[in-house]
């Protein structure tokens, strides 16, 4: 291994076993950007240090202070659920979309308690965005992590629209 990876793992897992006391905050006082929010959070929610070195590794831990920060009920229940669900079925949920109707994007508005009646519209909404995403030249040049992120944010906009009461879990 070349001495620079050494010094990145090294500095990593420094910082995530620094960052777990600093930012794990007084029981009751919010989510801990980088343990519950931001991507590490979704991926690794019972993982401490796995959902550190995550947001650090992915954004130096920017998106995971402004989620925390800007919208904490978006650093735990049902947005870590869907975020993990589409990055374990992205692919599946992709081709669901791309059709129109399946039960994967089905589940995911589930997840958000969304009501059958109004989930026709919102996959076909869904459908359009995703459309543009996968149409982009940069888009094979995405990971996984990614394209799950930009599927994620996708979702929260069609629900985030939605009148009271359409999704019951946003």
Known sequence: MKKINKI???ATLAFSVGATNVVAGEAGSGPSPYIDCGIGGALFPDTHWAAISSNVIWDVGTTAVTSATASPETCN?????????????????????????GEYVTAVLDIYGCNSMSQSAMIGDLRGMVAVEISAPSYNDKTQLEKSEL??????????KQDAGVCSAT
């Open 77 to 101: 229940g049902k947005s870590v659920e869907v975020a993990e669900f589409i990055n374990r079925t992205y692919d599946s949920l992709v081709e669901d979309t791309a059709k129109g109707e």
């Open 8 to 10: 990145a793992i090294f």
């Open 151 to 160: 599927f994620y944010n996708n979702v929260n906009q069609v629900v985030e």
